[in-house]
């Protein structure tokens, strides 16, 4: 292989042994791949992994498959892990995104290490004791001891809701917010009370909900017709909730956005579903997912990770206008 791609052995070692980035160009890099699908090349995995100590496997947890999201997380480090010949197990907490036990009676025979997402932090006990390299994802890189850490930027994503409705005039809001202690849950209600405060005249009541289409509908009534000057905005947690908000609007007898605009959080599939469609943050959970693997497999290789904070994006559809009702333009 090393004379059909014109390099040396040890590059080809590199190459195919996932270690070459800082050490060979991407063209010789992939002069050596394409040497390898020419000449039919397949690594002995098995020789391989008695000669670095691994199983070559991944175990996944995140709080459910329910949520696209985490699917999407799934296929990320599914197509990272083949990348670098790693198989993916995928563990979604029994529980949603409360505690759940350790799915391996021994994890460190078993597994090379662990990306785990916050929400699923409770599953994570168990394994830890085992010693295996953890990578951390939607987690406070502060308050961890994961190996690495890699995040959406969810505050910016926050921001840009709270601006967004800022500049079309909103000034009386409602929070429908996750009843979940997750650290991506709170960083959304710091970054959006932080944002409005820079506003003179504003107001924000947050309504609590569970992360569901019925307890999203119950928060958006609680908001919508309880005391004081009824809120021209909802902003929600996550489309799911948003959906639910959109239901209560519609109890009400109120038109959205014309009498109230709602907002999402995930870009989920049920964003284009809903009618209006939701103005909403999309999260790149697959590049999530790829990362989370890649800096499992740097620390593996003992190459040091700087934590990652992945751009998100506010798409604004039908479901957000004016405060005064008149067309927005978006």
Same mark, same amino acid.
């Given at each position: /292989?090393?004379?059909?791609?014109?390099?040396?052995?040890?590059?080809?070692?590199?190459?195919?042994?996932?270690?070459?980035?800082?050490?060979?160009? *991407?063209?010789?890099? @992939?002069?050596?791949?394409?040497?390898?699908?020419?000449?039919?090349?397949?690594?002995?995995?098995?020789?391989?992994?008695?000669?670095?100590?691994?199983?070559?496997?991944?175990?996944? !947890? $995140?709080?459910?498959?329910?949520?696209?999201?985490?699917?999407?997380?799934?296929?990320?480090?599914?197509?990272?892990?083949?990348?670098?010949?790693?198989?993916?197990?995928?563990?979604?907490?029994? *529980?949603?995104?409360?505690?759940?036990?350790?799915?391996?009676?021994?994890?460190?025979?078993? =597994?090379?290490?662990?990306?785990?997402?916050? /929400?699923?932090?409770?599953?994570?006990?168990?394994? &830890?004791?085992?010693? =295996?390299?953890?990578?951390?994802?939607?987690?406070?890189?502060?308050?961890?001891?994961?190996?690495?850490? !890699?995040?959406?930027?969810?505050?910016?994503?926050?921001?840009?809701?709270?601006?967004?409705?800022?500049? =079309?005039?909103?000034?009386?809001?409602?929070?429908?917010?996750?009843?979940?202690?997750?650290?991506?849950?709170?960083?959304?209600? &710091?970054?959006?009370?932080?944002?409005?405060?820079?506003?003179?005249?504003?107001?924000?009541?947050?309504?609590?909900?569970? #992360?569901? $289409?019925?307890?999203?509908?119950?928060?958006?009534?609680?908001?919508?017709?309880?005391?004081?000057?009824?809120?021209?905005?909802?902003?929600?947690?996550?489309?799911?909730?948003?959906?639910?908000?959109?239901?209560?609007?519609?109890?009400?007898?109120?038109?959205?956005?014309?009498?109230?605009?709602?907002?999402?959080?995930?870009?989920?599939?049920?964003?284009?579903?809903? @009618?209006?469609?939701?103005?909403?943050?999309? #999260?790149?959970? @697959?590049?999530?997912?790829?990362?989370? /693997?890649?800096?499992?497999?740097?620390?593996?290789? *003992? &190459?040091?990770?700087?934590?990652?904070?992945?751009?998100?994006?506010?798409?604004?559809?039908?479901?957000?206008?004016?405060?005064?009702?008149?067309?927005?333009?978006?």
């Amino acid at each position: /292989m090393a004379r059909a791609a014109g390099v040396s052995q040890a590059t080809v070692s590199l190459v195919m042994g996932g270690k070459w980035r800082g050490r060979v160009s *991407e063209p010789t890099a @992939e002069a050596v791949r394409s040497a390898a699908r020419e000449l039919g090349y397949r690594p002995n995995l098995a020789a391989r992994n008695l000669r670095l100590g691994r199983t070559r496997t991944a175990l996944l !947890v $995140v709080p459910a498959l329910t949520n696209d999201f985490f699917a999407r997380v799934y296929t990320g480090a599914a197509r990272a892990a083949a990348e670098h010949g790693m198989g993916v197990v995928l563990y979604p907490s029994p *529980e949603g995104t409360g505690p759940a036990p350790d799915p391996f009676a021994s994890a460190r025979a078993t =597994l090379d290490g662990v990306i785990a997402s916050s /929400m699923a932090a409770d599953a994570l006990a168990d394994i &830890r004791e085992g010693g =295996l390299p953890l990578v951390m994802i939607d987690s406070d890189p502060g308050r961890t001891a994961a190996a690495a850490t !890699v995040n959406l930027d969810i505050a910016d994503g926050m921001r840009q809701v709270a601006q967004h409705l800022l500049a =079309l005039g909103h000034r009386r809001l409602a929070h429908i917010a996750a009843d979940i202690d997750s650290w991506t849950f709170q960083v959304r209600a &710091r970054a959006l009370a932080e944002t409005l405060r820079g506003t003179d005249g504003t107001t924000l009541r947050t309504e609590p909900a569970a #992360l569901d $289409v019925n307890a999203g509908r119950r928060a958006a009534e609680r908001a919508l017709t309880g005391p004081g000057p009824r809120p021209t905005a909802l902003i929600c947690d996550g489309d799911v909730l948003a959906a639910g908000a959109c239901k209560a609007a519609r109890r009400l007898g109120l038109r959205v956005p014309d009498d109230v605009s709602v907002t999402g959080f995930d870009d989920l599939p049920l964003a284009t579903a809903l @009618e209006p469609e939701l103005t909403t943050v999309r #999260l790149p959970a @697959e590049a999530v997912g790829e990362a989370g /693997m890649r800096a499992l497999v740097a620390v593996l290789d *003992e &190459r040091p990770v700087a934590p990652a904070a992945l751009p998100v994006e506010l798409v604004t559809r039908n479901s957000t206008g004016r405060a005064d009702g008149s067309p927005s333009g978006v």
